[in-house]
């Protein structure tokens, strides 16, 4: 390291890496840098440059890279503040950087578990049809606040009737054939209950649908 102040001899750039500069100083260090932290700490050839300066420099240019990193995975679809912490840990970035750089882009709104874990609900439910045991389950794995996922669960399923999910999986079969074969119908208990439906709800709609 920088032992109290040290010149940068040369700002070259890296071969095969878009936009990062390899930077050498009189002391022996040799950094890699974005362009980004270049200008943003007026980087030149003979800049003297300090120990602490010198480690806000790397600072920076980890951030950058791990706001970065968040930003590629964002772009791919939304996620949750758990999920992406959780990605960006396993590609081996320091948690306190991490946690800053996610700060950030919540503050700028390109993350929200709100609007995750609604945009999430509705997916599962449409494609699973699963019930609120089974959702506050899965949402439990992208968020950590039970308070929050209380919250989407109470909203979601005020939005999309559970009679109606419920006889979604039951419109498979008609009436007359679940009424007839008790088999059957204890099968579709089952599956409805596996799928994370409360039994209330479960009788409520097949009472409905076999008396149709």
Known sequence: MVPRKS??????????????????TTSGDRFEVSEDVIIASSLHKNKEISETELNKILFSENYFRVKEAALVLLNYRMRSKKELRLRL?????RKDIID?????????RWIDDEKFGLA???DQISRNKIGPIALKYKLREFLDSIELINQISTK????????????????????????????????????LKRKGHYWQDIEGALTKYLDL
Do not use: C
């Open 100 to 108: 800053k750089a996610i700060n950030e882009l919540e503050e700028k």
């Open 89 to 93: 840990i396993k590609k081996g970035y």
């Open 156 to 191: 979601i399923y005020s939005e999309i009737e559970i009679d109606n999910i419920i006889l979604q999986v039951l419109q498979k079969y008609t009436p007359d054939n679940i009424n007839s074969d008790e088999k059957l119908k204890r099968k579709l208990i089952n599956k």
């Open 7 to 24: 010149k940068i001899l040369s700002i070259s750039l890296k071969e095969r890496k878009k936009n990062t500069y390899i930077v050498t």
């Open 120 to 122: 999430f609900s509705r």
